[in-house]
Structures are given as structure tokens and as C-alpha cells.
């Protein structure tokens, strides 16, 4: 299923966005993404992440940066306090913002690094976000100043702090120096169900076979076939946790002509079979 765009307005006078979501019937499967960078802490609330091409579980504390336009959704399964919702504090800053403000400002350069690390989106441990969920909270009720000091804050003092890398895939962002890159990235988001030769590729690159798989190596630290596995795998995951298609319709669904082939690269990026890692939501 391909993720839809959100369209993020921005509140008055204020350079970024924010919301204060709560949820007593539990955070739905919404898989989409946006051009701005995502800071999300999940609180009172369990179940399965979604990042790019990364799955894993989630649980009270969860604190995430995500990239721009990296598809995503959290998917609850229980909470931990009955009788309290289930909540996600959010704030969301354009890349050309956040980078114009930590470019002039030495003291904010420690951000800077933290943004150019986080395409593929970046996970900090539960305690942390535990410990910093006060001051996600304060953030609602302060005028826009006050709000965005304790933004800067926030950034600042997680930027400091180890993560753990999430998705492989990340979408292509706009630089004139990875014009090539970007195009055959931009065709693999748009076309991985199909298949795909990498002629095409090298075409749509305007360049050799051997050149596209060295800028690509260079650019995405992978190659493109296992770039394309990434993208199938992630996709057949959302589907498998998410909906009751028959495995075999997935398959095809994400560009596998072969069920077993598709069986065999998902046990290997995985770890499980499809049929298991959908028993393992069901449980």
C-alpha cells in the first residue's frame, strides 16, 4: 500500500508545528509521510512501529526522529495505564528551517548533525523519552517563544545522546549534487512492484551499468538490489501486519513473481517466515 501524503499547516506565529494527540481506542495503521522532519514520543502505549523499510515494536517512552517524506505509522496494540489514552506528542520542522537556524548558529550546530543522520529516521531509548515526556508536555501550554526554546532544547540534548538507526531506504532529498542519484531513487520509490532492469536504471541516470553501481554504493551504502529488497520487504510487512491478504497476493504485490523467493528474502531480512511474522501481530 503506498503511504498518502499530509499536508501539515503551520499555527500562527509559529515557525513549526505541533499536536498533542490522544487516543482512547488506540493508534490506527495510518501509513504516510510528509517533507518535514518528525519528532514523535509515544506514551501509555504498545505495539508495532513502522519506519521505511523497519519494523519493530514499541512501548511506553518511545521516542523517534524521522526524516522528510519517509513513510511511517505506529500501530498500538494495548496500553499500559487503563483508563488513560493513548498518546503521541508531536513536533514537526521544515528541513530549509531547521538548517537556516543551525547553519547561523554555532550553539545549535550539534542539531544540525543530528538532522543530517536522521534520513532514515533514528530510535532513542524508552528512558530517555520517559525522561524528557514533562518537557514535550510543557511545549503545549507555552506561548510560541517559549515553545520553540523548548524545542531547541529538546534537540539539543538528544543530539548528544546515542540512537539507534532505523529504515535502510530513505527518499532522496533535494540536492543538485545528487541530481543522478535522486532520479533513480525517486523511479525505485515509485516502481519497486515492477520489474526492473538495470539498464533502465543506468538510463534514467545517464549513466553505465558499473557507474550506477558505484553512485549508488556511494550515495546509499547498498547496493541497488538490495536497496529494491528493502523497499519490497518493508511494504510486505506493513500489508501482512495490517490487512488479511493472502500471503501469496503480497508477493506478487510487491514485485515477486516467486513465493518462494519471496519467502526466502523475507526469512532473511526478518528473521521469520511471512506466515510467522503475521502470527506474531495475531498473538
Not at 508545528?17 to 488506540?26: A, E, V
Not at 518537557?135 to 524545542?151: C, H, K, N, T, V
Amino acid at each position: 500500500m503506498r503511504s498518502y501524503l499530509e499536508h501539515l499547516l503551520l499555527p500562527p506565529g509559529s515557525s513549526w508545528s505541533r499536536l498533542n494527540r490522544r487516543l482512547d481506542d488506540g493508534i490506527p495503521f495510518e501509513w504516510h509521510h510528509h517533507p518535514e522532519f518528525e519528532l514523535t514520543l509515544t506514551l501509555n502505549s504498545r505495539g508495532q512501529r513502522f519506519i521505511g523499510d523497519h519494523v519493530d515494536r514499541y512501548d511506553d517512552g518511545d521516542l523517534v526522529l524521522i526524516g522528510p517524506n519517509l513513510p511511517h505509522t505506529w500501530a498500538s496494540r494495548d496500553r499500559i495505564r487503563e483508563g488513560e489514552p493513548h498518546t503521541a506528542l508531536v513536533f514537526w520542522f521544515s528541513r530549509a528551517w531547521i538548517e537556516q537556524l543551525t547553519t547561523e548558529t554555532v550553539e545549535l550546530r550539534p542539531i544540525r548533525r543530528l538532522i543530517d543522520r536522521a534520513g532514515g529516521g533514528l530510535a532513542f531509548d524508552p528512558s530517555i523519552g520517559l525522561s524528557l515526556a514533562k518537557d514535550f508536555e510543557a511545549i503545549y501550554s507555552r506561548p510560541p517563544a517559549q515553545s520553540l526554546f523548548g524545542l531547541l532544547d529538546i534537540l539539543l540534548r538528544i543530539s548528544a545522546l546515542e540512537a539507534q538507526p532505523l529504515s535502510a531506504t530513505a527518499p532522496p532529498q533535494a540536492e543538485a549534487s545528487r541530481e543522478r542519484i535522486d532520479r533513480v531513487l525517486q523511479h525505485l520509490h515509485q516502481s519497486y512492484q515492477q520489474p526492473l532492469r538495470m539498464e533502465d536504471l543506468a538510463e534514467i541516470a545517464a549513466l553505465s551499468v558499473s557507474g550506477l553501481h558505484r553512485l549508488f554504493r556511494k550515495h546509499t551504502q547498498l547496493s541497488v538490489s538490495e536497496y529494491l529488497i528493502g523497499l519490497r520487504i518493508g511494504e510486505a510487512c506493513s500489508r501482512l501486519s495490517a490487512t488479511n491478504q493472502p500471503i501469496q497476493f503480497i508477493a506478487a504485490e510487491v514485485g515477486y513473481a516467486s513465493l518462494a523467493n519471496f519467502n526466502r528474502q523475507f526469512r532473511r531480512l526478518r528473521g521469520m517466515s511471512p506466515r510467522a511474522y503475521r502470527a506474531s501481530f495475531q498473538r
